[in-house]
């Protein structure tokens, strides 16, 4: 049986004979499709087992009431067929039914509709049972860009009293005389490192789904002398079922194996963002004082590379040391999280 009925349009002939099960397929009937538009026929009850014929075909129906159908347009790749004389079954209490059960390995294979008629119910079994798959995280290169050499504080005396801030460039240069400047020298703050790191990667890769979904189609009992309430028609390619919404035992006699079926699902499974933590760190970032004379700096002779207060040369020039960012970045982040929870149980009990 394929895994879908695809439009079950075509005609399928009666077989009618007294004491016989009335064969129909479809939702009512149950009518058939041909492969490809192949056509169908039914056998007379107690004749000839019913043939398919392939793409264009035609089939006949063997037996005293056998019958033959001329082929269809269109449909899935296979007919459904009786598979055996019907099942002797009772009445069923309420919220109890009986139905043909489609099996088919995802959604994408499921019934459309059950022989022309509504469409069928759809149920998933086989829950999944392991997390999703994760995508692994990154992190960029630390981008330290904000590193910067803090100002320099610089005092006419000793002891920084009244320092400002003295610009001071890369290159050494000229800055001050005994008249103009002599005393103490201090940094502003500590160089402070500060950058960000930037995530990538991370992301659900793969989803474990459902391991099949189910297609159930209504099966009508029909009457039979020799059956003491009616008889269904087993169908080849289905299971013949009995179903009920909520979660029961399968007590009615001649349908003892349940199938796991559910509704539908809360899936909250994710992958945890992914993020990075960095730990910058800001080397150097200072000022060296040099002794100033005939236009040029040489020999230096003060660094000034902290909070300290310190003295420096009455005739000097100085210059500026850029700091160094480094540091690294910690990976955090693309992890599974959450549970899949089956919801809306059903009851589907079947006879094999």
């Not at 077989?15 to 009937?29: E, I, P």
Request: net charge negative; charged share 10%; glycine share 18%.
């Amino acid at each position: 049986m394929p895994a879908s009925l695809g439009r079950l349009g075509g005609l399928f002939a009666v077989a009618t004979l007294v004491g016989a099960c009335q064969l129909a397929f479809g939702l009512g009937d149950y009518a058939g499709v041909a492969a490809e538009g192949g056509a169908v026929g039914a056998a007379g009850y107690g004749g000839a087992s019913t043939t398919i014929s392939g793409a264009g075909g035609t089939s006949t129906g063997g037996g005293a009431h056998g019958g033959a159908s001329a082929g269809g347009s269109g449909g899935s790749t296979g007919t459904p067929t009786p598979d055996g004389p019907c099942q002797c079954v009772g009445a069923l209490q309420a919220g109890w039914s009986y139905v043909y059960v489609f099996s088919s390995p995802d959604l994408a294979g499921a019934l459309s509709d059950c022989g022309g008629q509504k469409a069928p119910k759809v149920l998933r079994s086989g829950a999944p049972v392991g997390p999703v798959a994760c995508g692994a995280c990154a992190c960029a290169p630390p981008d330290g860009s904000n590193c910067a050499t803090p100002k320099l504080l610089c005092a006419g005396g000793d002891g920084c009293s009244g320092a400002a801030e003295l610009p001071v460039e890369d290159v050494c240069k000229f800055v001050g005389t005994p008249a103009a400047f002599s005393g103490s020298c201090q940094l502003a703050d500590t160089a402070v490192a500060a950058g960000t790191c930037q995530a990538s990667g991370g992301g659900v890769t793969s989803r474990p789904d459902w391991q099949s979904a189910l297609s159930l189609c209504s099966a009508a009992p029909e009457s039979r002398p020799d059956c003491p309430s009616s008889c269904v028609v087993p169908v080849i390619g289905a299971k013949t079922c009995i179903t009920r919404d909520g979660n029961a035992l399968c007590t009615v006699p001649g349908f003892p194996n349940k199938l796991d079926a559910w509704g539908g699902a809360s899936d909250a499974r994710d992958c945890t963002a992914c993020s990075c933590e960095p730990s910058f760190t800001c080397a150097g970032g200072g000022y060296v004082f040099y002794e100033f004379d005939t236009g040029s700096c040489w020999g230096s002779t003060q660094s000034i590379a902290s909070t300290s207060c310190t003295p420096v040369p009455s005739s000097f020039g100085a210059k500026r040391l850029p700091a160094t960012a480094g540091g690294s970045c910690s990976i955090h982040g693309g992890a599974p999280m959450g549970a899949f929870t089956a919801a809306d149980p059903a009851t589907v009990c079947c006879a094999d």
